[in-house]
């Protein structure tokens, strides 16, 4: 059976000091290896510190060095435009010389040649020159007289020849849009109008009984007015290069007839 040994002869047992002075012994060298750590860490601690603030200043200086680069590129760009702007006001003021150099020598030449034109004109010349020209204008003068007469002329012809074709057609709208004909063809092609129309110019004797014959085609609305009739003849003729059937001018004759008649039995009145 094994003996056990108490505590207090454990305590006493040169073996089990010899193991706790040992023991002892570590916990010293480890509480002093400890505190060198915790030195090492407040050193490592401060140089980290060090650092930082190293770092910020030189991110500082870096900022500053930033900044100054900046302005310079900046100035850099400005005086390079300055620069631009001088040259281009250059080139401005060397265009503008050039050309009011080019423009005085352009009139010098011009000046130059005129006096030697005027050198080689004889004055006796120069008189029958001025001569010719004050005939000239005369003749234009009298040239644009005869044209504006000519002019207030044709205006007044126009004017009467739009005032007689307005009277036509509106007479010819009248009788395109009348069914009072006293005649109209059997195929309802052709009929027959009394009107009052006159040509320009012409001068009857009874302008208030005065009427001829219009002939209207109602197919295409071509019409043709009648001319003077000649006593006893058996048709009526026509204005105008209207093409109309022999059966419808007979019919417009015996119209103008009638008329005629009427207008004799009222002076006989």
Do not use: C, Y
Not at 66 to 88: D, H, K, T
Not at 120 to 145: H, T, W, Y
């Amino acid at each position: 059976m094994a003996q056990v040994l108490s505590l207090k002869e454990l305590r006493s047992s040169s073996a089990l000091k010899a193991e706790i002075a040992k023991l002892e012994q570590d916990i010293v060298q480890l509480n002093e290896q400890l505190e060198r750590q915790k030195l090492v860490e407040k050193k490592l601690r401060d140089d980290l510190v060090e650092q930082k603030k190293d770092f910020e200043h030189l991110e500082k200086q870096f900022e500053h060095f930033a900044g100054i680069e900046a302005e310079f590129e900046a100035l850099q760009q400005q005086v390079q435009m300055e620069r631009l702007e001088q040259l281009v006001e250059g080139d401005k003021k060397d265009n503008l010389m050039k050309k009011e150099v080019d423009k005085v020598r352009a009139q010098l030449k011009e000046e130059q040649d005129e006096l030697r034109e005027l050198k080689a004109l004889d004055p006796q010349r120069l008189k029958r020159q001025v001569a010719d020209l004050k005939e000239k204008n005369r003749e234009q003068a009298n040239d644009n007289q005869n044209i504006n007469k000519a002019l207030i002329a044709a205006r007044k012809d126009l004017k009467e020849a739009t005032t007689a074709k307005d009277a036509l057609d509106a007479e010819l709208k009248a009788a395109r849009a009348a069914t009072d004909f006293f005649w109209q063809s059997a195929d309802g092609t052709w009929a027959l109008f009394e009107v009052t129309a006159r040509l320009k110019d012409e001068s009857v004797d009874n302008a208030e009984n005065f009427k001829r014959i219009r002939v209207m085609n109602l197919v295409n609305g071509m019409s043709a007015l009648s001319a003077a009739h000649e006593k006893g003849a058996e048709k009526a003729t026509w204005l105008g290069t209207l093409e109309i059937p022999d059966d419808v001018s007979v019919e417009a004759g015996k119209r103008l007839l009638s008329i005629a008649a009427e207008l004799d039995d009222d002076s006989e009145k």
